[in-house]
């Protein structure tokens, strides 16, 4: 029920207006999606999720949780937080430290005016569910840091908020906790019937959690979809780079088309005929480097193929060895599974394999097309 509509939404922090921190920004969350909010430091994250919880008002814009508009700009309407039906869980969780766990989840509920043995049942719900049993006679100073974050969890869940707001709150546990936690949010929200927005910077963190990314820059959004969507047809530019460890290579490249989906490629001191999905009607023409070939780390096959180039660095990681090549001045970083050392300078075959590369306008930067590319030097 609680589908959460963004309509037109800006917010304008300077009086003068010459900077938007949120700008005409429209997305569609629909009712139990675990919706992450990704982008760079200062992008406007927080602020989109502080104004859908009300925290902060849009300068534009309508906001509508359900079937209530909480905010609209042309209306005046504007519904406080506390009538929103919402959680939030922030990067300084404060538990308060003189109550014991049972006491920081019923704090609220009382607050509520819930009776006794309704706030008892839930409480203990709420501690099965993070398993903390054990811990609910104890008081915050003698808890883990992730025990005092299921803590606030549990606390933030436990009135069953329609819509809970998460503003980076795994960014104070160390590496390994920070993993087991984002596994526990992942399994607590199929185990919830509430809608999570969650804010990160952390791409991977992102693309883990969610049902949906929304990836924006500069106050703009770039793309919203499943996170495997933005990992495997990023809408320009931006988003290829954004996301993705290691980074995409990016290969400059002078296009041709030869056809409606086809186009001659000079790249690399090579040329190439890329076939892919989609039209390339809109590839402009004419520069030198018009275009941009994308090709994920995956997707550079090593020992094999026409390309040469020489091992420039190998980092061994266990699971996979991500190894860097240079050729022809650039430097194409391929991911190999398993455990494989090359010595620096070896000389390598390597090739661009598979229907996954991707074909961008340079001077957009938009995502023109998916496909694949085969050497035809002598052709
Ligand atoms: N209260 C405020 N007054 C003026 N400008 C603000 C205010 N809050 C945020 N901004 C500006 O709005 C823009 C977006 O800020 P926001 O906090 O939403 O970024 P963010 O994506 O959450 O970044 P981070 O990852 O660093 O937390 C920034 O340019 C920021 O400086
Ligand atoms: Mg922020």
């Known amino acids: ?148 974050q299921r803590v606030a969890i549990a606390r933030t869940l436990a009135p069953a908020p329609k819509v809970l707001f998460m503003d980076e709150p795994l960014s104070n546990l160390d590496a390994k906790l920070r993993l087991e936690m984002r596994t526990e949010l992942k399994r607590l929200h199929a185990s919830t019937d509430s809608t999570f927005v969650y804010v990160t910077h952390d791409q991977l963190e992102a693309m883990t959690l969610a049902t949906h990314v929304c990836l924006m820059n500069n106050g703009l959004l770039q793309q919203f979809a499943p996170p495997l969507r933005v990992y495997n047809d990023p809408i320009n530019l931006f988003a290829a780079e954004f996301v993705g460890s290691p980074t995409m290579n990016f290969i400059p490249a002078f296009a041709e088309r030869t056809g409606m989906n086809t186009a001659k490629l000079t790249a690399m001191g090579h040329t190439f005929l890329f076939e892919g999905d989609d039209p390339l009607i809109d590839l402009q023409e004419g520069s030198k480097d018009n275009a941009v070939l994308g090709v994920r780390p995956e997707f550079v096959q090593l020992e094999e193929g026409d390309l040469r180039g020489v091992v420039y660095a190998a980092l061994p990681a266990g699971m996979e060895t991500t190894v860097q090549l240079k050729a022809e001045g650039q430097l194409i970083t391929s991911v190999k599974f398993g455990g494989v050392d090359y010595t620096v300078n070896t000389p390598l075959y390597f090739n661009f394999v598979g229907s996954g590369l991707l074909f961008f306008d340079k001077a957009s930067g938009k995502k023109l097309s998916k496909g694949s590319i085969k050497l035809v030097d002598n052709a």
Not at 82 to 105: C, E, S
């Open 1 to 148: 029920m609680p589908k959460i509509i963004l309509e037109h939404i800006t917010k304008r922090f300077d009086k003068s207006g010459a900077h938007n921190a949120v700008q005409d920004l429209n997305m569609v969350i629909e009712d139990r999606e675990f919706i992450t909010l990704l982008g760079p430091s200062g992008c406007g994250k927080t602020t989109t999720l502080r104004m859908i919880a009300g925290l902060e008002t849009p300068t534009e814009g309508r906001i509508t949780i359900g079937d209530t508009v909480v905010f609209d700009s042309a209306t005046g309407v504007n519904i406080s937080p506390a009538k929103r039906d919402i959680g939030f869980l922030f990067q300084n969780y404060a538990l308060w430290p003189h109550m014991t766990v049972y006491q920081n989840i019923s704090f609220g509920l009382e607050n509520l005016g819930w009776t006794k043995d309704r706030i008892r049942d839930r409480v203990e719900e709420m501690l099965t569910l993070l398993q903390i049993e054990t811990f609910g006679k104890r008081y915050p100073s003698e808890l883990s840091g992730g025990q005092q």
